[in-house]
């Protein structure tokens, strides 16, 4: 019976008894994870932002381009998906570095383009804080035994080159019309759903209407 068993593989991530590393690097193998539920779903609860919708559509096609890959080149993971219960899934390309490699390069040319900064020193963010959870990521799906060397470098540059060319397909080809279109639309006023990438700095912008609606009557709360 247990042949016939399968795991939910999303958070299951093991490592070894004792290892601290290993633990460590654990924990970082779910980035994806804590950005798709912690940063993705929120965003779309409180922000609903055009941008964002699309930067999360782009990560959803990139992986379904993965999975098919996978499919369709069948490289088994290395031999340590034994003890790691992962042979029953093919290794070529990681997931998750084609995952974070998408999101570092799409996050980094956002905020290039000043496209809705939301937060102060934001380039500083991408290079000393995203772009390396991206190779930490990478290294702990080796590290952890998940995939080998090929694999990653093969995922992160599959997630660098869809996330370069999503960023030009959205911000080249989509943003102006469709968005506004989507804007104006019936579910888009319904959801309030909007593109403030024209803002260069939505976090500025965010503080400074706040602060006048407060002064200004037709904002105020019925008490």
């Not at 999101?103 to 040319?109: E, G, N, R, V």
């Not at 599959?158 to 080809?173: D, E, M, Y």
């Not at 104006?184 to 700095?201: A, C, M, Q, W």
Request: with cysteine.
């Amino acid at each position: 019976m247990s042949n016939h068993l399968r795991a939910v593989t999303l958070t299951h991530v093991r490592y070894e008894k004792g290892d601290q590393l290993g633990h460590f690097l654990a924990w970082i193998s779910l980035i994806p994870v804590f950005i798709t539920f912690g940063g993705f779903i929120s965003h779309f609860i409180f922000r609903r932002e055009l941008q964002g919708m699309f930067f999360a559509l782009g990560l959803l096609i990139s992986h379904l381009i993965s999975e098919l890959i996978k499919l369709s080149v069948k490289e088994a993971r290395p031999e340590t998906c034994i003890l790691l219960e992962s042979c029953d899934s093919h290794g070529w390309p990681s997931s998750h570095s084609q995952y974070m490699f998408f999101f570092a390069i799409y996050f980094t040319l956002l905020t290039y383009k000043k496209y809705g900064i939301i937060l102060r020193r934001q380039m500083w963010v991408a290079f000393v804080v995203i772009w390396p959870l991206a190779i930490l990521t990478m290294y702990s799906r080796v590290y952890l035994g998940y995939h080998t060397i090929g694999q990653v470098f093969a995922g992160a540059s599959l997630g660098f080159t869809f996330g370069g060319v999503w960023f030009w397909v959205v911000n080249g080809k989509i943003k102006g019309s469709v968005f506004r279109a989507i804007e104006e639309s019936s579910v888009g006023r319904l959801f309030y759903i909007k593109d403030t990438s024209h803002i260069p700095n939505l976090l500025e912008f965010d503080y400074e209407n706040a602060r006048a609606a407060r002064r200004h009557p037709s904002y105020k709360r019925a008490e």
